[in-house]
């Protein structure tokens, strides 16, 4: 089975293969350039390094949020257009779950936490399994920051790219993870992709939706113009 994984949630997106049960490589996008310039390209150069032709692919996984429009929305459309033309299968994935599952499996249990804006955090907590699989304790939600830090458990581990504007607003109660487990990288896009399809999960090409953290500011202005 030979996988191929997009992470474009961040700011710095990345691209990942996979094969079997090991990662062959992952490469992050270049600085400078937003996602929808750098996707495509990042994709040649991977396949081009392991020597892979696009029509070698089995599975597309994408990171399907929670996280940024612009960054959901073009990996969203670059993964099943990829999967489309080559008659691969498509799986998304949990950002939140993705960032759980590469955190020590040791640091446990651990909260995610991304940035919604205004103060709110899209956030879960998970129980991680022997081996780093996360277990999400709770459906992820958006809610108030510091509301959500004040329900952690005392010695929660605490992940996710919000800590990068707020890690000094976290309570004594919660270990700050180190900050290279912060963010969501396409490795672990792919090796939750690649159980998921061991096991038989196939997402619906048509059907797999982002999930936004929340409306966009010009759906809110129209809802908010209609109420009026």
């Known amino acids: 089975m030979r996988l191929l994984a997009l992470e474009t949630t961040e700011v710095l997106g990345t691209v990942a293969a996979w094969e079997g049960d090991r990662l062959l490589a992952e490469l992050q996008l270049p600085e400078g350039?937003?996602?929808?310039?750098?996707?495509?390209?990042?994709?040649?150069?991977?396949?081009?390094?392991?020597?892979?032709?696009?029509?070698?692919?089995?599975?597309?996984?994408?990171?399907?949020?929670?996280?940024?429009?612009?960054?959901?929305?073009?990996?969203?459309?670059?993964?099943?257009?990829?999967?489309?033309?080559?008659?691969?299968?498509?799986?998304?994935?949990?950002?939140?779950?993705?960032?759980?599952?590469?955190?020590?499996?040791?640091?446990?249990?651990?909260?995610?936490?991304?940035?919604?804006?205004?103060?709110?955090?899209?956030?879960?907590?998970?129980r991680l399994q022997p081996g780093g699989w996360p277990v999400p304790q709770t459906d992820w939600q958006v809610v108030p920051f510091r509301q959500w830090l004040e329900s952690l458990m005392p010695g929660t581990?605490?992940?996710?790219?919000?800590?990068?504007?707020?890690?000094?607003?976290?309570?004594?109660?919660?270990?700050?993870?180190?900050s290279e487990y912060w963010g969501p990288r396409a490795g672990q896009v792919a090796r939750l992709a690649a159980r998921r399809y061991q096991q038989g999960h196939r997402d619906d090409l048509w059907k797999l939706l982002p999930l936004y953290s929340r409306k966009s500011h010009a759906e809110e202005k129209w809802e908010a113009r209609q109420k009026q």
């Open 157 to 178: 581990w605490l992940a996710g790219p919000m800590l990068r504007k707020y890690a000094n607003q976290v309570p004594e109660t919660v270990r700050l993870v180190p």
């Open 33 to 126: 350039q937003r996602s929808a310039a750098s996707l495509v390209p990042g994709i040649g150069r991977l396949l081009a390094q392991i020597g892979w032709e696009p029509n070698q692919v089995d599975v597309v996984a994408v990171s399907m949020g929670p996280g940024s429009f612009t960054g959901l929305r073009v990996g969203l459309t670059v993964a099943k257009t990829f999967a489309y033309c080559v008659q691969a299968a498509v799986i998304g994935v949990n950002t939140l779950e993705a960032i759980a599952a590469g955190v020590p499996a040791w640091m446990n249990p651990v909260a995610v936490a991304i940035d919604a804006q205004r103060g709110d955090a899209a956030a879960a907590v998970f």
